[in-house]
Nanobody, 119 residues
Framework: QVQLVESGGGLVQAGGSLRLSCAASGRIDIIKEMGWYRQAPGKQRELVAGITRGGSTDYADSVKGRFTISRDNAKNTVYLQMNSLKPEDTAVYYC?????????????WGQGTQVTVSS
């Protein structure tokens, strides 16, 4: 059984920073892409940032220049450094991993971590 466990969410004032972590564990052959999504109340889940195994990254326009995604392949862990946070960044943040387990491709999600930015 594969699990994604997120940590690092919390309450921060506007302009502050947070760092999210997501560690994948279990029977994993290889993790291809990893990413962070977020969902605010009443809104659809949206991609925040993604990173390939080779380190290529992609960001939502709303977070470019403020957020940085990175990963440690040896630890099966992905990070999201969030700087200059704004109230509109408030959401539940979910980790996602596109991986191969027991020779078969699967898409896994973490349980979500709340990020609240106060004005």
């Amino acid at each position: 059984q594969v699990q994604l466990v997120e940590s690092g969410g919390g309450l921060v004032q506007a302009g502050g920073s947070l760092r999210l972590s997501c560690a994948a564990s279990g029977r994993i052959d290889i993790i291809k892409e990893m990413g962070w999504y977020r969902q605010a109340p009443g809104k659809q889940r949206e991609l925040v940032a993604g990173i390939t195994r080779g380190g290529s990254t992609d960001y939502a326009d709303s977070v470019k220049g403020r957020f940085t995604i990175s990963r440690d392949n040896a630890k099966n862990t992905v990070y999201l450094q969030m700087n200059s946070l704004k109230p509109e960044d408030t959401a539940v943040y979910y980790c996602n991993a596109d991986l191969i387990t027991w020779g078969t491709a699967h898409d896994y999600w973490g349980q979500g971590t709340q990020v609240t930015v106060s004005s």
